[in-house]
């Protein structure tokens, strides 16, 4: 699907409020609500829309302890790379993971509770998985800028 205007002015709209109304959001893209529903719907066919969500500020809830980590692999072996991208996949403290090119391998964006629940994370789970070979923390200090929505 190729992307039109009135389709990146819909996206850039629901990516600000996901709960707005079909009225409110066909009135901000300049289109009929009709033709609006219609191409909400094909969005979401598309995969382009891939689901709907609430953003949580993680400090208010509770979680503020922050960190970037760094995994490198002790080689490329499909049973470990696999293994580990199924095992963080189900954690629910890895808000991202990326595949990386450079020094590590693999870097996670990991919010817990507190020092005591990193801990926890790292000793009964990730040093736990086969083929780590390094694990690097860095403490988040300050959220600078953090955007939920992507450029359109």
């Known amino acids: 699907m190729i992307l039109e205007d009135q389709d990146r002015r ?9 709960r707005i109304s079909n009225q409110e959001l066909a009135d901000a893209a300049g289109m009929s609500p009709s033709a609006c529903w219609r191409r909400v719907r094909s969005l979401e066919a598309a995969g382009i829309i ?3 969500a609430a953003l949580v500020d993680e400090e208010k809830a509770g979680l503020s302890y922050h960190a ?3 995994v490198t692999l002790t080689r490329h072996d499909h049973g470990h790379v696999d293994t580990f991208i199924s095992e963080i996949r189900s954690r629910s403290e890895v808000l991202d993971c990326f595949a990386t090119t450079g020094e590590a391998d693999y870097h996670l964006r990991v919010v ?18 086969p083929g780590i070979a390094n694990v690097r923390t860095n403490l988040v200090l300050k959220d600078i800028k953090h955007e939920n929505a992507i450029p359109l």
């Open 10 to 18: 819909i996206l850039a709209v629901l990516q600000k409020n996901g």
């Open 50 to 52: 891939r689901r709907y």
């Open 68 to 70: 970037i980590v760094h």
């Open 112 to 129: 817990c509770v507190d020092l005591a629940a990193y801990n926890r994370f790292l000793e009964g789970f990730l040093f736990r998985l």
